[in-house]
């Protein structure tokens, strides 16, 4: 693709302002109210952006699942969120080795299978009672503090935090600086400029990690590959796409977990008779949490595409090197994905296939990690506090509307 | 019911280990295998489940 313009249907005569992306929540749980309107009316539609230019809508679950596994839209657009972020909605330069979010197969699938073997349902299931003892000594910790305590900075980042250092190798003293640098890359206002030199500085962080473990190598993910980068040195692991790799690992690995812990925690408390099914029957938590991934749908602005060549996709012509956005949350609320009052929070159902997780062959990669620490922490911390209650009203509570990934900036609680 | 499973197409997710674990499994490098490929009656709703939630579609069904 050399002409990397996005724009190719903006008539200059076309009367109405197109609308935005839906961004306007009446609930903290429930996604604009537009997207129920948009299934129903216009399933694919067309949306302005911010920065200029325009591109697609898709609210329909399954279109959204149809567009994530067909090869002819391109992962390209990447993190670049030109559908919120106020940047010229150009293409970014070709990705980097390892960037596995922003690639096509078959190069995405070269990158992805080394470090699939990590996150099997069988490696997570061994690191589940460590899971718990972090989390018990996080609780233990905030029992001794007494409420109210801020529970994002008191357990849903440490938690995810230290569990994904323990596993990448990463010293559990430098998260302030890998929790800053996320903050700066996921916020929506950051300008190009801003998100560039976080993402550069987290490079040269996960560099000199990488070069430390060659030197010294350790029971640890980052060591592991790389070892096996250094055994096969016509593999697809150089040290940039190490570096690229375990940058990538790092940040997915906490900020998305911890922020479902946070409003998941909150969800719960504010639909009591369903906190009190899953405090009834613990055995519920796995149900629990498929339900709140769905209800909730973090990824809240959804996933970018750019299509490949002209196409047909839920009755809509798209162009070529148009962007598609696949909005993860409104899928998850379509009745098309077969379950009863989908608007409806429902601890007991049973397993759903959402797309919290998105769908094709860039489906989160760290799922089983989320699950094991969602449940872990959730059913824990009802356990340990049975009077947890927020310290705030919902009217205060700090949303994170401006960030790609949705949750609490803070969430005060006591009990 | 005969099943079938595309590993080349597998992304390794284990969603499938998950909801049908009599059916299937992954292997170290977390690629899924069959564990069964007749799986008894009684196990059908898990495995339609597990193939419409895989994300690869490589998991297909057969009545015999
Ligand atoms: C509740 C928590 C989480 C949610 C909602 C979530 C959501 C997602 C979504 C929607 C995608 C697909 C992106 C796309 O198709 O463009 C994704 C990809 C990814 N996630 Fe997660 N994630 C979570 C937790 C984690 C954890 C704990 C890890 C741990 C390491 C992780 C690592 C990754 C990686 C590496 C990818 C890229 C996979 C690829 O492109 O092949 N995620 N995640
Ligand atoms: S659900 Fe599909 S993609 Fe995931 S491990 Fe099973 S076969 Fe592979």
Not at chain 1, 33 to 38: K, N, S, T, V
Not at chain 1, 237 to 256: K, N, R, Y
Request: charge should be negative; charged fraction near 20%; aromatic fraction near 4%.
């Amino acid at each position: 693709m050399a002409d990397t313009s996005v724009h190719p249907t903006d008539q200059p005569g076309a009367q109405q302002p197109l609308p935005g992306l839906p961004r306007h929540r009446t609930c903290p749980f429930d996604p604009a109210p537009e997207y129920a309107r948009l299934r129903e009316d216009a399933p694919v539609s067309r949306i302005a952006f911010p920065g200029g230019g325009s591109g697609w809508l898709v609210t329909r679950y399954e279109d959204v699942r149809a567009m994530l596994a067909d090869p002819r839209f391109s992962s390209r657009v990447g993190l670049t969120a030109p559908h919120v972020r106020p940047n010229p909605a150009t293409l970014p330069e070709v990705p980097l080795p390892g960037a596995l979010l922003r690639l096509d197969e078959p190069e995405h699938a070269r990158y992805r299978r080394p470090v699939m073997r990590a996150f099997t349902v069988k490696r997570v299931q061994q690191l589940r009672p460590r899971i718990q003892q972090i989390v018990e000594e996080r609780l233990d910790a905030m029992e001794r503090a007494g409420g109210p305590v801020d529970l994002v900075a008191e357990l849903a980042l440490p938690v995810t935090s230290l569990v994904i250092c323990e596993l990448l190798g990463v010293s559990y003293d430098d998260r302030g600086t890998f929790q800053g640098l996320a903050g700066r890359i996921l916020a929506v206002d950051a300008s190009p400029e801003q998100s560039q030199q976080a993402r550069q500085a987290l490079g040269s962080f996960m560099a000199e990690l990488v070069a430390a473990k060659r030197r010294t190598p350790g029971d640890d993910l980052i060591s592991t590959l790389v070892a096996q980068a250094d055994a096969d040195p016509d593999g697809p692991l150089d040290d940039v796409a190490l570096t690229v790799l375990g940058s990538l690992l790092l940040i997915a690995g906490h900020e998305t977990t911890a922020n479902m812990i946070a409003l998941g925690t909150l969800t719960l408390l504010h639909h009591p008779d369903q906190l009190a099914a899953l405090r009834g029957d613990p055995a519920l938590a796995d149900r629990a949490v498929e339900e709140l991934l769905r209800y909730l749908t973090i990824i809240q602005f959804g996933l970018t595409r750019v299509a490949t060549e002209d196409l047909t996709l839920g009755g809509q012509g798209i162009r070529a090197g148009e962007i598609v956005v696949a909005s993860l949350p409104s899928a998850n609320r379509d009745p098309g994905l077969g379950i009863d009052d989908p608007d409806r929070l429902d601890v007991t159902r049973g397993p759903s296939a959402h797309v919290a997780f998105g769908y094709g062959p860039h489906q989160c990669l760290g799922q089983q990690l989320a699950r094991a620490e969602l449940q872990t922490t959730l059913t824990s911390l009802f356990a340990r506090f049975p009077g947890l209650r927020p310290a705030v009203s919902l009217d205060e509570a700090a949303f994170r509307d401006d960030m790609l990934i949705y949750g609490l900036h803070r969430l005060p609680v006591t009990w | 019911m005969r099943i079938t499973l595309d590993q080349d197409r597998c992304c390794g997710a284990g969603t499938c280990v998950l909801t049908a674990p009599d059916v299937f499994d992954q292997d170290d490098d977390g690629i899924a295998v069959l564990l069964d490929a007749q799986p008894p009656a009684h196990l059908a709703a898990a495995v339609r489940d597990a193939a419409a939630r895989c994300p690869a579609a490589a998991i297909r069904m057969e009545a015999e």
